[in-house]
């Protein structure tokens, strides 16, 4: 039995200009020290999915479909039952911890504070959890910093403390929201190496949220594309990579700078995603997509299986067994630098 098994879930809210469908009919599952990475554009319904899974959407969302955790129901659960599971065997890693962190209380008192949520220990003993728990994750003099209050953190230390408070108790599954938002690209490198040295060590799987391909082909078993709210390929990171079956997943990795495409043009993917208030006919990519036919724009496309453990959401997904690339399929105006190498160019007033 898989550790985490989504299946059909769908997340509607509520507005005064009708139903937004941020979440529509989504279905994976993850094993237990699995990493599956969770990638698209802003919009596309990745954290709604996590928050869905964490029980921290608000009242206005409706839910749908089964969310089941080492085979317990989540979805319909109380606020008071799904307090128990949260940071106790699923945790979240969310993007942003200057605003996740209390800024008046010390980082040692709140990391304290989530181990005592789920444990009858003394604070004295808790604190000590606090302590070790922020040297797990490299943070230096341990006990002294635990002392201290958010502000005094660097933003790569602020995210070290987040890891640190979603291990603490030792879960089951992590979910990390864009863990290196905003940071630089070593301390990111950091970062994901302490997050899955210590979820290794014990065992636990990692959803990882991301907007970075290269985080995903760096860190992740298992890859999953979102678009329009819905999965619309996936495969392993391996596969997925080498042989896109979806237009959109194509795009994605060719908008990406190529260190064997140095001085060409990214292949952008032009427009802009759907609005889940207001989605399109048939399938969400089809305004965008350069292999749109008419079948497409009538009804949404099912996930095809294309492969081993392969899936795609595209009628036309076969089209693309060549292995053609961005630039091939979105023959359209480009963004970036000129064919020449960045080396070449002239600085102003320099002759060449």
Not at 71 to 88: D, H, I, Y
Not at 136 to 158: L, T
Not at 298 to 318: A, I, K, M
Request: glycine share 10%; hydrophobic share 40%.
């Amino acid at each position: 039995m898989s550790l985490l098994e989504v299946e059909d879930l769908s997340v509607d809210f509520g507005t005064d200009d009708g139903v937004v469908h941020a979440v529509r009919n989504v279905s994976f599952s993850l094993e237990s020290g699995e990493v599956l990475g969770i990638v698209g554009e802003s919009g596309c319904g990745k954290s709604v999915s996590a928050s869905a899974i964490m029980g921290l959407l608000p009242r206005t969302a409706t839910v749908h479909g089964s969310i089941r955790l080492g085979g317990q129901e989540m979805v319909g659960r109380s606020a008071k039952e799904l307090r128990t599971l949260r940071g106790n065997r699923v945790a979240m890693i969310f993007q942003d911890p200057m605003t996740s962190l209390n800024p008046v209380l010390q980082v040692g008192w709140q990391l304290a504070e989530a181990y005592r949520a789920h444990h009858k220990v003394s604070g004295k003993v808790a604190r000590a959890k606090a302590v070790e728990a922020l040297d797990q994750v490299g943070i230096p003099q341990p006990d002294r910093r635990a002392k201290q209050y958010p502000h005094e953190f660097s933003g790569g230390m602020r995210q070290r403390a987040m890891i640190a408070m979603a291990l603490i108790n030792e879960p089951e599954l992590i979910i990390a929201d864009e863990p290196t938002t905003a940071l630089d690209v070593t301390v990111q490198a950091q970062i994901l190496d302490t997050l899955l040295r210590l979820s290794t060590g014990s065992g636990a799987s990692i959803m990882l949220i991301t907007h970075d391909l290269g985080v995903v082909a760096g860190t992740a078993n298992r890859v999953q594309v979102m678009y329009g709210g819905t999965v619309v390929e996936t495969a392993s990171v391996d596969e997925l990579f080498a042989h896109p079956r979806m237009p959109y997943t194509v795009g994605l990795l060719g908008s990406v700078p190529n260190p064997d495409q140095v001085g060409k043009r990214l292949t952008p993917i032009h427009g802009a995603p759907p609005s889940p208030l207001h989605l399109p006919p048939g399938c969400s990519f089809g305004p965008r997509c350069p292999l749109v036919h008419a079948g497409c724009l009538e009804s949404e496309p099912q996930l095809f299986d294309v492969g081993t453990d392969h899936w795609s959401r595209c009628y036309r997904w076969n089209e693309l067994s060549g292995d053609r690339t961005a630039r091939e399929l979105f023959d359209q105006a480009e963004i970036g630098l000129g064919e020449a190498p960045a080396a070449d160019l002239v600085a102003p007033g320099e002759e060449q």
